[in-house]
């Protein structure tokens, strides 16, 4: 793991959890949702983010708007960006009338919001976020590599597609955003993908990295053992 050079982030809205990783150092920033925080049991937006960043100081963090209106969307954005520094504000691609958020991204982003532009899935959404943004303004373009994957496409040529297209601008990173199993971290890191978001229980799945492949067949078959045990099955 150490060899990799791809940020960590953690995906989630578990307000005890995010402390610990910022804590422990155990990652290098955090990226959250509505869906996530709603899952969460979270009913004060700003409550939610006013708590976290009254522990999460240094860490990059995002939050995201959530109206349906591009006007209001951007008054969201600057209330947002005003909570602290190290926040990234998260404005989805498109309004669920598919309504693109390009020129919204391209007002906040020339002035200066730091913008986590999210829900891109094709290479025309990252060519278009990308003329949107202001490349002297940090920013990050999130990729649903997962959710690609899981449209039976392989995300990589996406990833890598948008890893070339910034390369020559240190202010905008991509992440692999909605990340289903530990091996997307080496394939993000294989696409050049600066960042990648993982879930808490993809975090904890981490400590298996580099287990012996017979070591980690033994662990499964103890594991079907005691379980059946535990069930008292009998055939
Ligand atoms: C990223 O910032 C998103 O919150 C996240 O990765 C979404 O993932 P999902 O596809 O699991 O909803």
């Given at each position: 793991m150490n060899?990799?050079?791809?940020?960590?982030?953690?995906?989630?809205?578990?307000?005890?959890?995010?402390?610990?990783?910022?804590?422990?150092?155990?990652?290098?920033?955090?990226?959250?949702?509505?869906?996530?925080?709603?899952?969460?049991g979270?009913?004060?937006?700003?409550?939610?983010?006013?708590?976290?960043?009254?522990?999460?100081?240094?860490?990059?963090?995002?939050?995201?708007?959530?109206?349906?209106?591009?006007?209001?969307?951007?008054?969201?954005?600057?209330?947002?960006?005003?909570?602290?520094?190290?926040?990234?504000?998260?404005?989805?691609?498109?309004?669920?009338?598919?309504?693109?958020?390009?020129?919204?991204?391209?007002?906040?982003?020339?002035?200066?919001?730091?913008?986590?532009?999210?829900?891109?899935?094709?290479?025309?959404?990252?060519?278009?976020?990308?003329?949107?943004?202001?490349?002297?303004?940090?920013?990050?373009?999130?990729?649903?590599?997962?959710?690609?994957?899981?449209?039976?496409?392989?995300?990589?040529?996406?990833?890598?597609?948008?890893?070339?297209?910034?390369?020559?601008?240190?202010?905008?990173?991509t992440?692999w955003?909605?990340?289903?199993?530990?091996?997307?971290i080496?394939?993000?890191?294989?696409?050049?993908?600066?960042?990648?978001?993982?879930?808490?229980?993809?975090?904890?799945?981490?400590?298996?990295?580099?287990?012996?492949?017979?070591?980690?067949?033994?662990?499964?078959?103890?594991?079907?053992?005691?379980?059946?045990?535990?069930?008292?099955?009998?055939?």
């Open positions: 060899d990799l050079n791809i940020k960590i982030y953690s995906d989630g809205a578990d307000v005890d959890e995010m402390i610990l990783a910022d804590k422990q150092n155990t990652v290098d920033g955090f990226t959250t949702n509505p869906t996530l925080m709603a899952r969460a979270v009913t004060d937006y700003l409550g939610f983010a006013k708590e976290v960043l009254s522990h999460v100081k240094e860490k990059s963090i995002s939050f995201e708007v959530f109206s349906d209106d591009i006007n209001e969307m951007y008054d969201q954005a600057m209330t947002l960006k005003d909570l602290g520094d190290n926040v990234y504000v998260k404005i989805p691609v498109t309004n669920t009338k598919q309504e693109y958020t390009y020129d919204l991204v391209n007002k906040l982003s020339n002035e200066s919001v730091k913008l986590n532009v999210t829900a891109l899935f094709t290479q025309t959404h990252i060519d278009e976020v990308f003329k949107a943004l202001n490349n002297k303004v940090p920013s990050i373009i999130s990729i649903f590599a997962g959710r690609i994957a899981n449209a039976g496409i392989d995300p990589e040529p996406t990833m890598l597609y948008a890893s070339n297209l910034v390369k020559e601008y240190p202010n905008i990173e992440l955003a909605s990340s289903r199993e530990v091996f997307n080496f394939q993000a890191e294989r696409c050049g993908t600066d960042i990648i978001t993982l879930p808490p229980n993809l975090l904890s799945a981490m400590k298996d990295i580099g287990t012996d492949l017979d070591d980690f067949s033994l662990d499964t078959v103890k594991m079907f053992f005691k379980d059946s045990v535990a069930a008292g099955f009998k055939i």
